[in-house]
């Protein structure tokens, strides 16, 4: 049960996050430039890419699709973003998260760290979970039996 | 194959949206001609004659002290927060003139980076910046 609320709260968040950044690719790309932390010439892939696959990760982890890839990618694109936040602190950048788009104007901050650090712990039960409720693997494992 | 199918979404919703950024373009080559240095005389023929619009890249403090007329101020560090207040009437094809303090006038440069990262095409570097500007005795906006 503990995972099942874990998957669809993570879930539900990257999606969000996803669907927030993917329609203003421009916006996006000045958001990561001002973390300067990516050579430039990667940073409008990443701007491109990015909320791409949140989005393809935050539905399968909602759905429980492909649970193993998507727990993987979401808890990478995670800790990505830890880091990416950690360093912005290092380095005193005084700069938007762009966590949720660029509208929101929420600052990098400790704030921030201590939320994405929350879903990176929530992400546990789902790793040690053999049988996932309400999930589209275990649907299809029926249909297939 | 899901990060596969994200990154084709990603691909895919950059095509269709309305500023769609180059995927496979340096951001940082201004060796490239990505945009032409002007200096002083043409910088206030352009003023003039109205046909550009001045970008001042210094932060706000130094841009509310003192800045060229009708100029828009977008500080580099800043770029991110400010630039989309401006975005609904700054259509790609304008001629912009970008500015800070002076040479190396590195801040104009960062802001010409992102600009051009956002579609913008007509591109000037005004190196001389309020420096130049300030001395000739030219108009001043506070």
């Keep these: 049960m503990l995972a099942l609320c874990a998957r669809f709260l993570v879930g539900g968040v990257i999606l969000y996050a996803g669907l ?3 329609g203003d690719p421009s916006a996006m790309a000045g958001v990561i430039e001002n973390y300067r932390l990516l050579p430039t010439n990667l940073v409008n892939p990443a701007a491109v890419i990015l909320p791409g696959i949140e989005i393809v990760a935050g539905f399968c982890l909602l759905e429980g699709f492909l649970i193993r890839g998507s727990r993987l990618i ?47 712990l929530l992400l546990v039960p789902v790793w040690f979970t053999e049988k996932h409720l309400f999930a589209l693997d275990e649907w299809l494992a029926k249909q297939r039996k | 194959m899901l990060v596969l199918f994200g990154s084709l979404i990603g691909i895919a919703a950059n095509g269709l949206s309305r500023e769609p950024i180059p995927m496979l373009r340096s951001l940082r080559d201004s060796d490239k001609g990505e945009w032409r240095e002007i200096a002083l005389p043409e910088v206030k023929k352009c003023f003039d004659d109205g046909s550009s619009l001045f970008v001042d890249a210094r932060d706000p403090n130094e841009f509310h002290g003192g800045h060229i007329p009708a100029a828009i101020n977008i500080p580099t560090k800043e770029f991110a927060e400010i630039y989309p207040q401006y975005s609904g009437f700054l ?9 800070c303090q002076g040479d190396p006038c590195e801040e104009s440069r960062d802001v ?27 108009p001043v906006e506070k």
């Design chain 1, 20 to 22: 927030s950044k993917i």
């Design chain 1, 74 to 120: 979401a808890t990478a694109l995670i800790l990505l973003f830890l880091g990416a936040i950690l360093w912005a602190i290092a380095q005193g950048l005084d700069i938007e998260c762009g966590c949720f788009g660029t509208s929101d104007a929420e600052r990098v901050g400790w704030a921030v760290f201590a939320r994405d650090f929350l879903l990176l």
């Design chain 2, 91 to 99: 259509p790609t094809e304008m001629p912009l003139i970008v500015y």
């Design chain 2, 112 to 138: 010409l980076v992102h600009l051009r990262a956002f579609g913008h095409k007509d591109l000037v570097l005004f190196p001389g910046g309020w420096t130049e500007w300030q001395a000739a005795g030219y």
